[in-house]
T-cell receptor, first 113, second 112 residues
Framework: DVKVTQSSRYLVKRTGEKVFLECVQD?????MFWYRQDPGLGLRLIYF???????EKGDIPEGYSVSREKKERFSLILESASTNQTSMYLC????????????FGPGTRLTVT | QKEVEQDPGPLSVPEGAIVSLNCTYS??????FMWYRQYSRKGPELLMY????GNKEDGRFTAQVDKSSKYISLFIRDSQPSDSATYLC????????????FGAGTRLFVKA
């Protein structure tokens, strides 16, 4: 079974803090993704990576950065957390061929106060 | 206008009912259509996918795509309380890009 794990299920941070969200997958997938999920807005892509040290901006990259130093690990960084970044963050991974099924982690519920 | 529109519900049905979940989309380039199921406090998991138009059946689930109307559906027959979850439609044009567009999800409750 594919397993995607995220470092925390729940996180509370203060405005202005630097926040690290970690994601690890164990299926040797080439691609990894970070989404945020908000009620009524669905899943919105923040960043994705198709190879180690490679990254591409998604639809809402502002205020975020990512790091992929190893194939199995993809980190999302909130440089200076703000209250509008309070959300559910979901990490996913996939093979390149076929590029259809994404395997999701359980999510991190981040609250910024 | 969002690229993918999905009624958020909630949709509440009695056990055994036939459930119909729907999405509309605006991008005619979409070729792959997926349905993900997300249980409470879990990440989404792929339920079914179809390519282009037509129907696909898997047990109690049927996915239907009408590209001419830009409309996709997921039917659940003989619904069970264990089907209670949020169902997200998703679609991709798969032109070498990596972006899948997700609907907002429909929350389904199946009452015993």
């Amino acid at each position: 079974d594919v397993k995607v794990t995220q470092s925390s299920r729940y996180l509370v941070k203060r405005t202005g803090e630097k926040v690290f969200l970690e994601c690890v997958q164990d299926m040797d997938h080439e691609n990894m993704f970070w989404y945020r999920q908000d009620p009524g807005l669905g899943l919105r892509l923040i960043y994705f990576s198709y190879d180690v040290k490679m990254k591409e901006k998604g639809d809402i990259p502002e205020g975020y950065s990512v790091s992929r130093e190893k194939k199995e690990r993809f980190s999302l960084i909130l440089e200076s957390a703000s209250t509008n970044q309070t959300s559910m963050y979901l990490c996913a991974s996939s093979y390149t061929v076929p590029l259809l099924e994404q395997y999701f982690g359980p999510g991190t519920r981040l609250t910024v106060t | 206008q969002k690229e993918v529109e999905q009624d958020p519900g909630p949709l509440s049905v009695p056990e055994g009912a036939i459930v119909s979940l729907n999405c509309t989309y605006s991008n005619s380039a979409f070729q792959y259509f997926m349905w993900y199921r997300q249980y409470s406090r879990k990440g989404p998991e792929l339920l079914m996918y179809t390519y282009s138009s037509g129907n696909k059946e898997d047990g109690r689930f049927t996915a239907q795509v009408d590209k001419s109307s830009k409309y996709i559906s997921l039917f659940i027959r003989d619904s069970q309380p264990s089907d209670s979850a949020t169902y997200l439609c998703a679609m991709s044009d798969y032109t070498g890009g990596f972006k899948t567009i997700f609907g907002a999800g429909t929350r389904l409750f199946v009452k015993a």
